[in-house]
């Protein structure tokens, strides 16, 4: 890189001339807000797909396990935790996601039971 002329030197501390890290910073973006678009879009289209071929209480739940990756990720990244009542929203959106399909799989656990009984 010193060939290019793309470090300077001064006091043996290598520093980027600011117009190559603006160069470098916009191209990284160039190429990241696609990228990121394409994963939405193909995501986006994996749902639409999925929601075709199952009843919605069934993907509903794959979907609803984005929220705690949320929450992981601003954890582990950004070092944000939830307040009380953003716990208690979320439980009000992820926990009839589960329990709804538990209850209907008990209830044609039942069913099955009673038809071969009798």
């Known amino acids: 890189m010193k060939k290019l002329g793309l470090l300077s030197k001064s006091s043996a501390n290598f520093t980027f001339k600011p117009a190559i890290c603006w160069l470098i910073f916009c191209l990284f973006f160039c190429l990241l807000i696609p990228s990121l678009n394409l994963k939405n879009n193909a995501y986006q289209w994996f749902c639409a797909l999925a929601y075709r071929q199952a009843q919605a209480s069934q993907i509903v739940v794959a979907e609803y396990t984005g ?3 949320c929450v992981f990720f601003g954890w582990l990244f950004f070092d944000e935790w939830l307040d009380g009542l953003s716990w208690v929203g979320a439980g009000f959106i992820v926990l ?13 656990q039942k069913k099955f039971i009673e038809q071969n009984a009798g």
């Open 67 to 69: 929220l705690l990756f």
């Open 96 to 108: 009839p996601s589960l329990i709804i399909p538990w209850i209907q799989a008990k209830r044609g």
